[in-house]
């Protein structure tokens, strides 16, 4: 059946309609909130690697970036060497930092929460 009064569900229920736009929302905020939470996490969360040697051990920011960079007495004696270990080791580092915030978002990234 057509409406022939020529209103909208809204204007024979408002009420209706204020409820269902209260609702929507209170999830828009929740999922602010969750958005927010997630942030703080991915920022916050910092990875380091130690390379197989125990020479140089590699941290990486929350924003992915190099922190620190430790090298041991026993790294320093590695002077051939160091240069590639040092590197090797940041990749390891970064590719570890990414797997983790990649468990951290998977939720957001399907619109979920």
């Given at each position: 059946m057509s409406d022939t009064s020529g209103g909208s569900d809204a204007m024979r229920d408002p009420q209706a309609t204020l409820d269902k736009l209260e609702s929507m929302q209170t999830k828009m905020r929740q999922r602010l909130d969750d958005l927010e939470a997630a942030k703080a996490e991915l920022t916050s969360t910092k990875t380091s690697i130690t390379d197989d040697s125990g020479a140089v051990t590699v941290t990486v920011s929350g924003r992915g970036e190099i922190d620190d960079?430790?090298?041991?007495?026993?790294?320093?004696?590695?002077?051939?060497?160091?240069?590639?270990?040092?590197?090797?080791?940041?990749?390891?580092?970064?590719?570890?930092?990414?797997?983790?915030?990649?468990?951290i978002r998977p939720g957001f990234m399907r619109g979920g929460g």
């Open positions: 960079i430790v090298i041991t007495p026993t790294g320093l004696k590695m002077r051939e060497s160091l240069g590639r270990i040092v590197t090797q080791t940041i990749e390891q580092a970064q590719n570890q930092h990414s797997t983790q915030t990649q468990n």
